[in-house]
Nanobody, 125 residues
Framework: VQLQASGGGLVQAGGSLRLSCANSGRTLNSNVIGWFRQASGKEREFVAAVSLSGGSPVYADSVKGRFTISTDNAKTSVDLQMNSLNPEDTAVYYC???????????????????WGQGTLVTVSS
């Protein structure tokens, strides 16, 4: 599994961005995909995750109601739609996958085995 995160950029506060996580054009080959972010000088934190096997996505309280995680029917990408962005959302965003046999969503980054390279999101005030 080689995850690739894309879609980052510079946006003004209140704006929107859509991030995408893909596996080099192949199916994701994992049942649980999560998004994490790491701001400068801070630890990497959980943002959202979805189980491709079904069930409701899980969100961090800080993004609930503003961010939406979704997957395409072919399970080749998992997107993170980010609305009402504020400067506190500025960070490098990473997508990650749990091992293929796992179907349970986890919030801890230590539970994710595969990681993408990260995409920078900068929100200006």
């Amino acid at each position: 599994v080689q995850l690739q995160a894309s879609g980052g950029g510079l946006v003004q506060a209140g704006g929107s961005l859509r991030l995408s996580c893909a596996n080099s054009g192949r199916t994701l080959n994992s049942n649980v995909i999560g998004w994490f972010r790491q701001a400068s000088g801070k630890e990497r934190e959980f943002v959202a995750a979805v189980s491709l096997s079904g069930g409701s996505p899980v969100y961090a309280d800080s993004v609930k109601g503003r961010f939406t995680i979704s997957t395409d029917n072919a399970k080749t990408s998992v997107d993170l739609q980010m609305n009402s962005l504020n400067p506190e959302d500025t960070a490098v965003y990473y997508c990650a996958a749990r091992k293929p046999a796992v179907t349970v969503i986890a919030r801890s980054r230590t539970q994710y085995y595969y990681w993408g390279q990260g995409t920078l999101v900068t929100v200006s005030s």
